[in-house]
C-alpha cells in the first residue's frame, strides 16, 4: 500500500517536445505529492509539489496534473531542452501517520536529444 | 545557508569493516531522514530522525544498521560488518517542522563494499 509506481522506466524526446512521466499511489493518505530530478553523482533536487486539493499545478515549462479519483498524477515538461536530460523521481508522503518520510518511484531516466 | 552536507562523498570498505556515514542538515533543520539508492533504482526509506530521538526506523535493517542524531554533531549512520550487498548511495534529508516542508537531500555517500 506504501508503493508508489513510476513509468516509463526511460524515455527519448527530441528538443522542443514534451516529455511526460506517469506515477500511480496506492495509499490514499497520502497528501504531498512532489517530483525530483537527480543528475549523476547528485543528490536529488525538488522540482515541483503538489497537494491534492488542486488538479495542476505548473511552473514554467513544468506541469504536474493531479488526479484524485484515479490515484495517479503525471509530470509534464513542456519545451523539453538537453539540460533536462536526468532522472526524474516522483514521491508521496503524508504528515499524519509517517513524519513527511518520502515513498519515491522508480524514477525515469529522460534523454533529450539535440 | 549551506545545504545538507554529506561525508566523505565516496567511502570504500573491505567485507567485515564497519561504515561511518555523516549527514549535517541545513541550519534550522530538526527532521533528518536516510534514504539508500541501489544502482538504477529509486530511493529507498531507511530511518527518520529528530534531535535525539528516532522517530521512525521501519525501512533499516534490524542488524549491523544503526542510526543516531545527537544533541550536537552530526547525524551518523553506521553499518557494522558490511557485506557486498551494502554497496550503494545513501542520501540524508533534511527538512523544517511543519506540514510535508521541503525536504532538501545532500550530495550522498557512495559506498563500495569490496
Known amino acids: 500500500q506504501q508503493q508508489v509506481k513510476q513509468s516509463p522506466q526511460s524515455l527519448i524526446v527530441q528538443k522542443g517536445g514534451i516529455s511526460i512521466i506517469n506515477c500511480a499511489y496506492e495509499?490514499?493518505?497520502?497528501?504531498?505529492f512532489p517530483w525530483y530530478q537527480q543528475f549523476p553523482g547528485k543528490g536529488p533536487a525538488l522540482l515541483i509539489a503538489?497537494?491534492?486539493?488542486?488538479s495542476e499545478k505548473k511552473e514554467g515549462r513544468f506541469t504536474i496534473s493531479f488526479n484524485k479519483s484515479a490515484k495517479q498524477f503525471s509530470l509534464h515538461i513542456m519545451d523539453s531542452q538537453p539540460g533536462d536530460s536526468a532522472t526524474y523521481f516522483c514521491?508521496?508522503?503524508?504528515?499524519?501517520?509517517?513524519?513527511?518520510?518520502?515513498?519515491f518511484g522508480e524514477g525515469t531516466q529522460l534523454t533529450v536529444n539535440p | 545557508n549551506a545545504g545538507v552536507m554529506q561525508n566523505p562523498r565516496h567511502l570504500v570498505r573491505r567485507r567485515g569493516q564497519e561504515a561511518r556515514l555523516r549527514c549535517s542538515p541545513m541550519?534550522?533543520?530538526?527532521?533528518v531522514y536516510w534514504y539508500r539508492q541501489l544502482p538504477e533504482e529509486g530511493l529507498k526509506f531507511m530511518v527518520y530522525?529528530?534531535?535525539?530521538?528516532?522517530?521512525?526506523e521501519s525501512g533499516m535493517p534490524k542488524e549491523r544498521f544503526s542510526a543516531e542524531f545527537p544533541k550536537e554533531g552530526p547525524s551518523i549512520l553506521r553499518i557494522q560488518q558490511v557485506v557486498r550487498g551494502d554497496s550503494a548511495a545513501y542520501f540524508c534529508?533534511?527538512?523544517?517542522?511543519?506540514?510535508?516542508?521541503?525536504?532538501?537531500f545532500g550530495q550522498g555517500t557512495r559506498l563500495t563494499v569490496v
Open positions: 503538489i497537494r491534492p486539493d488542486v
Open positions: 495509499n490514499t493518505a497520502f497528501d504531498y
Open positions: 530522525l529528530q534531535k535525539e530521538n528516532i522517530i521512525d
Open positions: 514521491a508521496a508522503s503524508t504528515e499524519e501517520t509517517s513524519g513527511s518520510r518520502l515513498t
Open positions: 541550519k534550522g533543520h530538526s527532521h
Open positions: 534529508a533534511s527538512r523544517l517542522t511543519g506540514m510535508n516542508t521541503e525536504a532538501f
